[in-house]
Every structure is written in C-alpha cells, then in structure tokens.
T-cell receptor, first 112, second 112 residues
Framework: LAKTTQPISMDSYEGQEVNITCSHNNIATNDYITWYQQFPSQGPRFIIQGYKTKVTNEVASLFIPADRKSSTLSLPRVSLSDTAVYYCLVGDISFGNEKLTFGTGTRLTIIP | ETGVTQTPRHLVMGMTNKKSLKCEQHLGHNAMYWYKQSAKKPLELMFVYNFKEQTENNSVPSRFSPECPNSSHLFLHLHTLQPEDSALYLC???????????FGSGTRLTVV
C-alpha cells in the first residue's frame, strides 16, 4: 500500500486559493489518488479522484506531476465552510475501495 | 443527505446492553462498509461486504457482529462493549472501481 504524507494542519484566509500537497513516493502503477473532505461528526465526502495530469470538477482541482509521487488538491477561493479535514488516499481501486487507507489528514482552518 | 442513512445518530449504552446500528443505502451500490473513528485517530476499516458476502474483517473483536441481509442494508450488532469502544461509527457504500465511497453521517456511540 502506498503510504501518504500530508501536512497535519493549514490555515488560510477567506477568498484565497488553498493548495494541499500529499506525498506518495511508493505509488504503484495501478494506484489512483482520491481526496475526501470531512466535517466534524460527519462521514468523509468524496471530492475528487485522478490518475495523472490534472483533474477539475465543480469543487476542486487535482494536480498530479508526471512521476505521480505527489499530488496537490487545489481549492479555489475558500470560504469558512471549507474548514474541515482533508484526506489523501492512494490505492488500486480496480476491485473495490477496501484497500484504501485513511491517514490522519490535513486539518484546514479558514480564517475570516 | 448523502444517500446513505444511518440510525440512530446518537447512542448511549451500558457495558451489558445489546444494541444494533443500522445503515441503509438506495444508491444501487454493491459494497458496504463499517468504519470506526475514535477521537484524534484515523478511520479504521472494520468490515466489508460485497454483494452481501463478508469479504473483510479487520481483526475486529467478536463483541461487534455485522449483518448484511441484502445489498441495501447493513447492521452492526453490539454487545458487552467497553468504554474504549466509544467512537463515531460510519457506514459507507460504493460501486467497485467507481469514484470512491459514499458515507453516512455516522452514529456517535458512547459506552458507559
């Protein structure tokens, strides 16, 4: 299983772009990169998933360099409601998600 | 609402009680999961069901007993729990190889 490393916490002001980087040096050929968001006392919510280059949806962008040893979740113009824990997961999802392991995540705090 | 409904939202039980947690999804997913999230700890995968069959049991004590009568319902039966079992219990569902988990809001369990 690819081990991931993320910053434990980050602070940002409202309206700024926030980039959270995840390191996964041992990523395997078949592994995908998935990001989740979790608010207190709620289950994690899927944000975005990618394999290589750049993926964008209505919530975020995911940047993956050619060597795939890291990835960056980009949240544009954050608001107070983006305060949450963000998890980076790496694994082969071909046969299900149970091999994906949640780490401690990055606690993002948005400051007014 | 995520499409995965967990009941009850909160539960307080004594160490000699028997209770059950319920999870229901109508997303057409074939895989369902139980996770445990203790304070300040990463999510821990407990059980996995694929097409109603248990495919994973991560060394969970026998005081936790899962049941999956059909692809839409998942139960976690609890008996003779310990105070350290107090945690947020999360249910999730997924389609294999397709955009990750959908989590419920969880059951906050307190064992007294």
């Amino acid at each position: 299983l690819a081990k991931t490393t993320q910053p434990i916490s980050m602070d940002s002001y409202e309206g700024q772009e926030v980039n959270i980087t995840c390191s996964h040096n041992n990523i395997a050929t078949n592994d995908y990169i998935t990001w989740y968001q979790q608010f207190p006392s709620q289950g994690p919510r899927f944000i975005i998933q990618g394999y290589k280059t750049k993926v964008t949806n209505e919530v975020a962008s995911l940047f993956i360099p050619a060597d795939r040893k890291s990835s960056t979740l980009s949240l544009p113009r954050v608001s107070l409601s983006d305060t949450a824990v963000y998890y980076c997961l790496v694994g082969d999802i071909s046969f299900g998600n149970e091999k994906l392991t949640f780490g401690t995540g990055t606690r993002l705090t948005i400051i007014p | 609402e995520t499409g995965v409904t967990q009941t009850p939202r909160h539960l307080v039980m004594g160490m000699t009680n028997k209770k059950s947690l319920k999870c229901e999804q109508h997303l057409g997913h074939n895989a369902m999961y139980w996770y445990k999230q203790s304070a300040k700890k990463p999510l821990e995968l407990m059980f996995v069901y694929n097409f109603k069959e248990q495919t994973e049991n991560n060394s969970v004590p026998s005081r936790f007993s899962p049941e999956c009568p059909n692809s839409s319902h998942l139960f976690l039966h609890l008996h003779t729990l310990q105070p350290e079992d107090s945690a947020l219990y999360l249910c999730a569902s997924s389609q294999p190889a397709n955009y990750g988990y959908t989590f419920g809001s969880g059951t906050r369990l307190t064992v007294v």
